[in-house]
């Protein structure tokens, strides 16, 4: 079993689109958009007024878009191979492999595993 501690949501946008996805998805959720963030500023986090943040934007390719899932875990190597006994598979990483591990679930879906940072308080969105 994988003890999953947090979970993000991620809404990938093209990037041509994205200030204007980044604008919209603050306009819906009542939060405020962080600083961009990343070697392009490809990053961003919706921050709640209250709780801990639990959604982030990323600018991605052309062409590509979606929603994907970072689940956090005390131990990302030994969450990605136990998700991969359970029949998902690793394709890849984002830098440090200890730190976010890219897998597909049986069912085709991508999603990370990433390390927990203590994030504890999640709230709705308005």
Partial sequence: MIDVRWTWAFLDTPRPL????WAYWALVTGWSV?????EHGEFATLVPTDGDP???VRAVGDGVGGI??????????AAADEATRLGAREIGTLGDPEIVVIMRSPGG????????Q???VQVRAT
Wanted: aromatic share 10%; glycine share 6%; charged share 25%.
């Fill in 109 to 116: 879906l991508v999603f990370c595993l990433t390390t927990w």
């Fill in 18 to 21: 994205a200030d204007r996805s």
């Fill in 68 to 77: 994907h899932l970072d689940l956090a875990v005390d131990d990302v190597r």
């Fill in 34 to 38: 962080s600083a961009p963030r990343g």
């Fill in 54 to 56: 639990w959604v982030k």
């Fill in 118 to 120: 203590g994030d504890s």
